[in-house]
């Protein structure tokens, strides 16, 4: 007979101190956070040896707490494992995917077909949306890949998807067979300037790396989402300063052309970034995704 205290006050603990949040692991298991505290106390009690120190709203874990910590995800990880590959109707085959709308259309959704091919046992699931979501909260989703700045919050990983070159973009029509290289800062600063609103990069942002203060106040056409503008500019309505990884088939086809290039900088930023939740970085179909992206990307995938 095995020697182990209580499998469901070790849960509780391995939650606890994974998530470093009492109130987070009692979301995670769907206890209250009094049902939590007291089955880690039950454990405290076994072992005769507090495994977290107490502060207002917060928790910390004792050089004890982090020891049975190391031991106990090795061993919840190989069960995770073991169940997920012996379950007659596990869900190991479809993945969940919430994309910020842009990213989705533009860049990932044209590789989606690659990705299927290569693994066509794994079922594709899309939805999207701008605002980010919480994956402590929707269990449904296994993915998020968020736009603007990476979630930070205890018990998800998120990961930078490389970073995006951002440029003032245009059609080919607007510049009246000017070229490129002939255009200055004046130039640009006098032409129609696309505003996208949802773009941590702005004009002021751009000008001011050149080297130029952006005249205030003056009007700029805004779109909420990053295609929307991209085809403004398609359509001759102005400069869009976008990302030229949302913006790569509309280069290579011709219906835009890139502003930079000679004395003219262009701004790099991560803008994308992928999360899943901590507990599920050894799931197989997770890694799968998350090295393929990475590997579309351009980026190493260790």
Same mark, same amino acid.
């Given at each position: 007979?095995?020697?182990?205290?209580?499998?469901? %006050?070790? /849960?509780?603990f391995e939650a606890a101190a994974r998530l470093q949040s009492f109130? $987070?692991?009692?979301?995670?298991?769907? $206890?209250?956070?009094?049902?939590? @505290?007291?089955?880690?106390?039950?454990?405290?009690?076994?072992?005769?040896? =507090?495994?977290?120190?107490?502060?207002?709203?917060?928790?910390?874990?004792?050089?004890?707490?982090?020891?049975?910590?190391?031991?106990? @995800?090795?061993?919840?990880?190989?069960?995770?494992?073991?169940?997920?590959?012996?379950? =007659?109707?596990?869900?190991? +085959?479809?993945?969940?995917?919430?994309?910020?709308?842009?990213?989705?259309?533009?860049?990932?959704?044209? /590789?989606?077909?690659?990705?299927? &091919?290569?693994?066509?046992?794994?079922?594709?699931?899309? %939805?999207?949306?701008?605002?980010?979501?919480?994956? $402590?909260?929707?269990?449904?989703?296994?993915?998020?890949?968020?736009?603007?700045?990476?979630?930070?919050?205890?018990?998800?990983v998120s990961e930078a998807i490389g970073s995006d070159t951002i440029? =003032?973009?245009?059609?080919?029509?607007?510049?009246? +067979?000017?070229?490129? %290289?002939?255009?200055?800062?004046?130039?640009?600063?006098?032409?129609?300037?696309? &505003?996208?609103?949802?773009?941590?990069?702005?004009?002021?942002?751009?000008?001011?790396?050149?080297?130029?203060?952006?005249?205030?106040?003056?009007?700029?056409?805004?779109? +909420?989402?990053?295609?929307?503008?991209?085809?403004?500019?398609?359509?001759?309505?102005?400069?869009?300063?976008?990302?030229? /990884?949302?913006?790569? &088939?509309?280069?290579a086809n011709g219906e835009l052309v890139r502003l930079d290039g000679?004395?003219?900088?262009?701004?790099?930023?991560?803008?994308?970034?992928?999360?899943?939740?901590?507990?599920?970085?050894?799931?197989?179909?997770?890694?799968?995704?998350?090295?393929?992206?990475?590997?579309?990307?351009?980026?190493? &995938?260790?």
């Open positions: 007979m095995r020697k182990l205290p209580s499998f469901f %006050s070790l /849960r509780a109130a $987070l692991a009692s979301e995670e298991l769907h $206890l209250s956070p009094s049902a939590i @505290s007291h089955q880690v106390r039950g454990l405290e009690t076994y072992f005769g040896k =507090p495994m977290f120190t107490r502060s207002f709203r917060r928790v910390e874990l004792t050089a004890e707490g982090r020891r049975l910590l190391d031991q106990l @995800s090795v061993a919840f990880d190989l069960m995770e494992a073991a169940c997920e590959e012996l379950g =007659p109707a596990r869900r190991s +085959d479809a993945l969940a995917v919430h994309c910020s709308p842009s990213f989705a259309t533009k860049w990932l959704g044209p /590789r989606l077909p690659r990705f299927m &091919q290569q693994y066509p046992d794994i079922n594709i699931s899309m %939805s999207s949306g701008a605002e980010p979501v919480d994956l $402590l909260r929707h269990e449904e989703l296994d993915l998020a890949i968020a736009y603007g700045s990476a979630p930070q919050r205890a018990g998800i440029v =003032p973009l245009c059609a080919p029509a607007l510049l009246c +067979d000017k070229p490129i %290289s002939a255009l200055t800062l004046a130039d640009i600063a006098g032409m129609t300037l696309i &505003q996208s609103t949802l773009n941590p990069v702005r004009w002021s942002d751009w000008f001011a790396l050149n080297g130029m203060k952006l005249p205030p106040g003056r009007p700029m056409p805004s779109f +909420d989402r990053a295609s929307l503008a991209l085809a403004a500019a398609v359509n001759s309505v102005g400069i869009a300063l976008e990302s030229t /990884r949302l913006a790569e &088939q509309e280069i000679g004395e003219l900088k262009s701004v790099l930023r991560e803008t994308h970034f992928l999360s899943y939740r901590e507990g599920e970085k050894n799931s197989k179909k997770i890694m799968r995704f998350r090295d393929w992206l990475f590997l579309q990307a351009g980026l190493n &995938q260790a």
